[in-house]
T-cell receptor, first 116, second 114 residues
Framework: AQKVTQAQTEISVVEKEDVTLDCVYE???????LFWYKQPPSGELVFLIR??????QNEISGRYSWNFQKSTSSFNFTITASQVVDSAVYFC?????????????FGTGTRLLVSP | DGGITQSPKYLFRKEGQNVTLSCEQN?????MYWYRQDPGQGLRLIYY???????QKGDIAEGYSVSREKKESFPLTVTSAQKNPTAFYLC?????????????FGAGTRLSVL
């Protein structure tokens, strides 16, 4: 079975603070993909990043960075110097090779509140 | 601009009524999906379709029905058999059907019961 756990339900920070959103996953697939999505108050899920199980390099995109560690089955997301516009719900998701189609298993999300 | 359009943005259902949520994409994607989102929960898959005239049940298909007569359209009907329809519904699409494909989402429809 595949499962994604986002233990942090809600995080509140003040603007310019760094914040890390945790994601822990479970899968028996040897090939799998991990995703992060952002859901702003408007409701639409916005794709942020995809990582496959064979690529453990960390990735940085502007103020966003991702730390993928297979040894701990984690794919954590860090926002550096947070801004009010970062306020949203962030979802981590997993897809496995053996599902036969692109089925995403989502975590329950972490709500990030960035105050001025 | 390419994207996924969901309509209406808000929808109200009366007891015993069927309602249909629209999802249209102009991305030329083969696969389309419907998810349900409840407060404090992740997204749960209702139905998906990999090609025209074919669709499969997801994890919570009971009380819902879909059709895929055109590549760009994947409407979802919430039937009277769905006893707890109040939720946020999201439609998504992918270019292909493998696990590496990125799902792109519409802006959602919020359904409430009168």
């Amino acid at each position: 079975a595949q499962k994604v756990t986002q233990a942090q339900t809600e995080i509140s920070v003040v603007e310019k603070e760094d914040v890390t959103l945790d994601c822990v996953y479970e899968t028996r697939d040897t090939t799998y993909y991990l995703f992060w999505y952002k859901q702003p108050p408007s409701g639409e899920l916005v794709f942020l990043i995809r990582r496959n199980s064979f690529d453990e390099q960390n990735e940085i995109s502007g103020r966003y960075s991702w730390n993928f560690q297979k040894s701990t089955s984690s794919f954590n997301f860090t926002i550096t110097a947070s801004q009010v516009v970062d306020s949203a719900v962030y979802f981590c998701a997993l897809s496995g090779r053996n599902t036969g189609f692109q089925k995403l298993v989502f975590g329950t999300g972490t709500r990030l509140l960035v105050s001025p | 601009d390419g994207g996924i359009t969901q309509s209406p943005k808000y929808l109200f259902r009366k007891e015993g009524q069927n309602v249909t949520l629209s999802c249209e994409q102009n991305l030329n994607h083969d696969a389309m999906y419907w998810y349900r989102q409840d407060p404090g929960q992740g997204l749960r898959l209702i139905y998906y379709s990999q090609i025209v005239n074919d669709f499969q049940k997801g994890d919570i298909a009971e009380g819902y029905s879909v059709s895929r007569e055109k590549k760009e359209s994947f409407p979802l009907t919430v039937t009277s058999a769905q006893k707890n329809p109040t939720a946020f519904y999201l439609c998504a699409s992918t270019e292909g059907s493998g696990p590496k494909n990125i799902q792109y989402f519409g802006a959602g429809t919020r359904l409430s019961v009168l």
